[in-house]
């Protein structure tokens, strides 16, 4: 399992051409806004707050690196999916998202994480499509388990299992309780 012993806040960008050039290899978490993304990179590195949390949606506006053990990147991109954004704003996210999947040649996963109470939502297919159409690894992170009951799990399950296709895995994930934690770092682990 991975191990993770230190983690620094590196820079935030608002294009690739600001990514960090070393060539560390990058694993990056991305999801609607609201989702959890921030809670569960907190949560994987034992951080209450290394990446910024909001009640507001939409609140990580650029991409923020996350240099873990001083051998690699997490990378929290832009969410995405919220509806309160002026178009300018969702079309620049849109924009520099693309660019980061589609020109990162240190990019070795993209963690998809969609909400567990809501495991088919098209703006989530779509960006899981995305993924694969540009030949990336990506995964499906299934978050908030812990607000539902075990049935509600299991048809959870069923539900993401047949919607979405051609993952390299699918975890749940609670970042209220580290449910799945130890689970996912030995799957990242893998790409590293």
């Known amino acids: 399992m991975l191990k993770?012993?230190?983690?620094e806040f590196i820079k935030s960008v608002t294009s690739v051409s600001g990514c960090p050039k070393d060539g560390f290899a990058e694993i990056a978490f991305v999801g609607r806004s609201n989702v959890g993304k921030s809670s569960l990179i907190n949560k994987l590195v034992n951080r209450k707050s290394l990446a910024r949390t909001s009640g507001t949606p939409g609140k990580t506006r650029e991409?923020?690196?996350?240099?873990?053990?001083r051998k690699f990147y997490f990378v929290d991109l832009p969410g995405y999916g919220y509806a309160k954004t002026s178009k300018e704003m969702k079309d620049n996210w849109k924009g520099l998202l693309e660019e980061y999947l589609t020109t990162?040649?240190?990019l070795k996963l993209v963690v998809v994480i969609i909400d567990s109470r809501h495991?088919?939502?098209?703006?989530?297919?779509?960006?899981t499509q995305f993924a694969e159409f540009y030949g990336r690894h990506?995964?499906?992170?299934?978050?908030?388990i812990d607000k539902l009951s075990q049935s509600e799990i299991a048809n959870a399950h069923k539900a993401?299992?047949?919607?979405?296709?051609?993952?390299?895995?699918?975890?749940?994930?609670?970042?209220?309780?580290?449910?799945?934690k130890n689970d996912l770092l030995a799957q990242l682990e893998n790409y590293l």
């Open 160 to 180: 993401s299992e047949a919607f979405y296709r051609d993952y390299d895995f699918m975890q749940d994930f609670s970042a209220e309780n580290g449910r799945g």
């Open 104 to 106: 990162r040649e240190t």
């Open 138 to 144: 990506f995964a499906i992170v299934r978050t908030k």
């Open 4 to 7: 993770i012993e230190s983690v």
């Open 63 to 69: 991409i923020n690196y996350f240099l873990v053990n």
């Open 119 to 127: 495991p088919d939502m098209e703006s989530d297919l779509q960006m």
